[in-house]
């Protein structure tokens, strides 16, 4: 049948028609819609599978190579800085194999659009010595997502499968196989030598990766295209970008394109006689230059080593085309696009975080330090209660941190950190666990809106439903932070913007007193989920008062809501009712009164 899929999409039609029957995953931009169109095919097709989200991606990994090692197909998916997370298992992973066939799907995010580095996930396959694959097109992802599967089951070995936010949200049509459901033969068989191996044997096992790699470089296929004489390599989404641009000024006559599809392992020696024959080569892939540093004399060799290809960024269409004219190839200037007015992120209308950093910022001023943390309320920036935003996790670590920091020192500091629901779950627990058995006093708010909201709504273990099961047990956070040993702990819904104050105030004065973090949990539904948004409109109509209001903007300024509009002709606010739920939140925002609500 043919569908019209995305890139991710289609690299979940690849892994179940391959076999895939275990997956695990967590949610990150723009690898999400992976694994839940993975668990709408188990529903649809009526399979027996296991596919959930995980706590992070550390535990996914784990979990889905356990899989592998009793019989079963099994696949995880993270984007490229979830995959910092889940190094450890992952280097693990490739020393000892695996059995039932193991695929690493890591989307990247070259620019970057969502995340806080643009690395590139090849140069992990490399680091840990496993074979890569790169799609460039929706299609291929589903084509290189069954060979992955199968190169893997062959050798034993995992094998990742990089994309990047281009491929995996750009759409095809792909005409996709049947999928049915096949017999398991689970079984684990016991191997100490492999599977709990000491020093010695490890050395042995690194020994058996060595020489799959070396098999596994001549099933690396390099394709030739177009019939000119100046030779470019390149892979990826830029081998799609090149080919249009060929189309588009007539080069085929003008050069000869080398695509690999597998980035590493690289016969070395094939690439170089290709360099040989034509006396020069221009190295084009996204990301590092992981192709280009596998070539033996790279003399003659043009990319971003030498900084002919930009170091950083996103290669665009438009950068390629500069390349191509770099290289005299082609006649081309960029053209000059007028952009819109910068317009920041920022929380949605009616969202809790909101009123919670209001409060926040109302009781600790500006004199506080604010760790915060990865999720929507890294938006806590636009109403200046973050100044610092690491990676998961890292704004209880930093608080801890900052605390111990000062105190070596006079000059003390309040400490306030923020981090979400999920975030906690994912590796916020951990920090916790330091700063109370090292006594570190700071505030620490967990903004709890049920759900993975920044990338899809996907469920936490708050939560009693799943990916694609419904029968979950749910995890209280207020019993995991009592149990850590937490004895200050208030709970609040986050629309009762003065009973937050209270609290906040109140853990102020523990802190001082006491060498303790004080947690406050501020709880209220996300907007964007139904139950956020019918526990969300409470009144008639949300206006403001023409005559009352001043045109001061501190509404704007402090609550930051996108709702509140300023009208530079009359110099008033006025409040957008094609995006406002009503929730009446902006009322104590306006110093004069002016914003008022119709119950």
């Known amino acids: 049948m043919k569908l019209f899929l995305s ?116 140069f992990m396959a490399f680091f840990a010595k496993i074979p890569v694959f790169e799609p460039s097109t929706p299609k291929e992802a589903y084509r290189f997502s069954k060979e992955a599967v199968s190169l893997s089951r062959k050798y034993e070995i995992p094998v990742m499968l990089r994309t990047t936010t281009r491929v995996s949200h750009s759409r095809e049509d792909i005409e996709v196989g049947n999928i049915k459901d096949s017999r398991l033969i689970v079984d684990f068989k016991k191997d100490r030598d492999r599977y709990a191996a000491t020093p010695h044997f490890r050395f042995i096992l690194h020994k058996q990766l060595n020489e799959k790699l070396e098999k596994i470089k001549a099933e690396g296929e390099i394709e030739e295209y177009f019939n000119g004489d100046r030779l ?12 249009d641009i060929v189309e588009e000024f007539n080069l085929e006559d003008k050069v000869k394109v080398l695509r690999i599809k597998m980035p590493f392992p690289l016969d070395e020696s094939k690439i170089q006689n290709y360099i040989d024959k034509y006396g020069s080569a221009i190295v084009i892939e996204e990301g590092y230059p992981l192709i280009e540093m596998q070539i033996i004399d790279r003399r003659n060799v043009k990319g971003r080593g030498n900084g002919v290809i930009p170091k950083e960024g996103e290669l665009t269409v438009d950068v390629i085309k500069s390349i191509f004219a770099k290289f005299g190839l082609i006649d081309y200037k960029k053209e000059d696009i007028v952009k819109p007015p910068f317009k920041r992120p920022s929380l949605c209308p009616g969202c809790g975080h909101r009123s919670a950093f209001y409060a926040i910022r109302k009781v600790f001023g500006s004199k506080a330090i604010y760790t915060g943390d990865i999720g929507c309320y890294t938006l806590g920036l636009n109403l200046n209660a973050v100044d610092t935003v690491h990676c998961m996790g890292a704004g209880v670590s930093f608080a801890f941190g900052f605390n111990k920091a000062f105190s070596l020192s006079k000059n003390s500091k309040t400490i306030v950190a923020t981090i979400g629901d999920s975030t906690f779950f994912h590796s916020g627990i951990a920090p916790l666990i330091d700063a109370v058995h090292n006594h570190s006093p700071f505030v620490l708010v967990i903004l709890d809106n049920s759900t993975v909201a920044m990338t899809g709504n996907q469920p936490t273990p708050a939560n009693d439903i799943g990916a694609s099961e419904n029968n979950k047990k749910p995890i209280d956070i207020e019993k995991i932070v009592e ?112 914003i008022k609500v119709k119950r």
Not at 44 to 64: C, G
Not at 232 to 243: L, N
Not at 526 to 535: A, P, R
């Open 483 to 594: 149990a850590i040993g937490i004895e200050f702990l208030r709970i609040r819904d986050a629309y009762d913007i003065e009973g937050m104050k209270k609290d906040l105030k109140a853990a102020r004065e523990y802190i001082e007193n006491n060498d303790l973090p004080a947690v406050l949990i501020f709880r209220h539904p996300c907007v964007y989920t139904k139950e956020g948004l019918k526990s969300n409109i409470r009144f008639e109509d949300v206006y403001v008062d023409q005559d009352r209001c001043t045109g001061c903007n501190v509404c704007i300024k402090d609550f930051e809501c996108p709702s509140l509009i300023y009208n530079e002709e009359t110099n008033k606010v006025f409040i957008d009712v094609a995006t406002c739920i009503r929730c009446g939140q902006c009322v104590i925002s306006c110093p004069f009164g002016a």
């Open 232 to 243: 470019i390599i390149t892979s990826g989404i830029s081998f799609a970008y090149i080919c």
């Open 7 to 122: 890139g991710n999409e289609a690299i979940a039609f690849g892994l179940m028609e391959a076999g895939i029957r275990f997956l695990t995953a967590y949610p990150g931009t723009p690898s999400t819609e992976v694994l839940p169109t993975a668990a709408e095919i188990k529903k649809r097709f009526n399979l027996n599978a296991y596919i959930e989200w995980s706590v992070n991606e550390k535990v996914a990994i784990e979990e889905a190579t356990a899989a592998s090692f009793s019989n079963i197909p099994s696949a995880c998916v993270m984007k490229q800085v979830g995959l910092n997370v889940g190094m450890d298992p992952f280097m693990n992973t490739a020393l000892v194999g695996t059995v039932g066939g193991f695929v690493l799907v890591v989307a990247d995010d070259p620019g970057p659009h969502s995340s806080q580095t643009e690395q590139d996930s090849r």
